[in-house]
């Protein structure tokens, strides 16, 4: 069944009831026979029958063994990090989303959870920051924001060498763009928010596990914790889910118009995109993923934060904000927004630089996407004392 067939159909029609959109449960409690004894939930925490559909379809896309749906996507990333004990250590992709380096350097770091950063783009370096005490490989592909592309595939063969899991957080690809669990991962996160809901108007996370034995563990952590997605937002998730395809189809095609409008631009210094020939991970991106995302970022040349902030407040139909994956347009400067819990030394080595400026296209017509950013560049361009001072080239 193909992919666009399958995020309609997967989702079912309810069986009490005939309806074709899924019931909102909205219910704390559920009435039990006896003691023990009920229709298969009893306490909205520990399941929902609205929350359940999400699970089994996050379940399905992925491939995974089990699905299950929490109230953000850092509380998804943080049922993962639950898994590991005091002493385990964790080799993760180096520009890792700035919340995530926040969860592991501000919370877990001090009940002895150790993580090193790492170019995952280049496995041999994976392979050099491995221990005898590393439990996750932690990869994030596309990298948020510079949108690094790592091989799934053979940083699986390594992981599992090692006794190790592979941990994929797969928001930017989505379900449809890419199959962490197919190519050998363990286990799959998102920040739902984003692509999946796909509308901005819901924060979810998710967490699919491909053996059986390690989803019954991140039940046990869902349950134990109670970071659970409620029922309506579950809804919203739902119905986000059944235009995935055609929203990412149009998203990519506007971000790849937009890429390599942008590459011909005097004003910028690079581009990161991995649909770009010139993306030093294209071929990688090409072979694992089937589309290449809507998110470009990219560097205003000799550009710093005064220089990024006149840009991503020019800007008409991409508007300034957190987030990205939506119908809507987004901009944002990741270096004092997205990525400011990052110390500015880590950031900066990965490539998250003052003059970065990150897009996240949504389904306008493109050409209106591109005609936008080129009116910003107008309006910088006029916010300039002296223009023959700036070297563009």
């Excluded at 050099?128 to 063969?157: G, Q």
């Excluded at 869902?222 to 809804?235: E, I, S």
């Excluded at 631009?265 to 649909?275: C, D, K, L, Q, W």
């Excluded at 996407?369 to 300039?384: G, M, N, T, W």
Aim: net charge negative; hydrophobic share 40%.
């Amino acid at each position: 069944m193909k992919n666009s067939t399958l995020l309609i159909h997967a989702v079912p029609v309810d069986a009490a009831t005939g309806s074709i959109s899924v019931p909102i449960h909205q219910t704390s409690t559920f009435v039990q026979d006896a003691p023990g004894v009920n229709k298969g939930f009893d306490y909205s925490r520990s399941n929902n029958p609205t929350r359940k559909v999400l699970e089994d379809l996050l379940a399905q896309l992925e491939g995974g063994a089990g699905g299950f749906a929490f109230s953000s996507g850092l509380a998804a990333v943080d049922a993962v990090v639950k898994l590991l004990s005091s002493g385990d250590e964790v080799v993760a992709v180096d520009d890792i989303y700035g919340g995530t380096f926040r969860l592991y350097a501000g919370v877990y770091e001090k009940f002895g959870v150790k993580i090193t950063f790492v170019d995952t783009s280049k496995p041999e370096k994976v392979a050099e920051a491995i221990t005898e005490r590393t439990k996750f490989i932690w990869l994030e592909t596309p990298t948020n924001p510079t949108l690094k592309i790592s091989d799934i595939a053979l940083l699986a063969d390594i992981a599992h060498a090692h006794d190790a899991l592979l941990v994929v957080d797969n928001t930017f690809a989505s379900p449809i763009g890419q199959q962490p669990i197919a190519l050998g991962a363990d286990i799959v996160i998102h920040s739902a928010t984003k692509y999946l809901a796909g509308h901005s108007d819901v924060i979810a996370g998710a967490v699919i596990a491909k053996d059986p034995e390690v989803a019954a563990r991140i039940k046990y952590i869902q349950n134990a914790t109670g970071a659970v997605l409620g029922p309506f937002d579950c809804w919203l998730t739902i119905r986000g889910i059944e235009t995935l395809e055609l929203r990412l189809q149009r998203q990519s095609e506007n971000a790849l118009a937009v890429a390599q409008w942008l590459e011909g631009r005097e004003e910028v210094e690079r581009v990161h995109f991995p649909g770009l020939s010139s993306h030093p991970n294209h071929a990688i991106a090409a072979k694992q993923q089937a589309y290449f995302g809507g998110v470009v970022s990219f560097v205003i040349r000799n550009g710093n934060t005064d220089d990024a902030t006149d840009f991503v407040t020019s800007t008409k139909l991409f508007k300034l904000a957190e987030s990205l994956g939506g119908v809507k347009s987004l901009l944002c400067h990741p270096a004092t927004m997205t990525h400011k819990s990052t110390p500015r030394d880590v950031r900066e080595a990965a490539g998250v630089v003052d003059g970065l400026i990150r897009l996240s296209c949504g389904i306008e017509n493109g050409d209106d996407l591109i005609d936008d950013l080129d009116q910003a560049f107008v309006r910088q361009r006029k916010k300039v004392t002296n223009p023959a001072n700036i070297n563009w080239k």
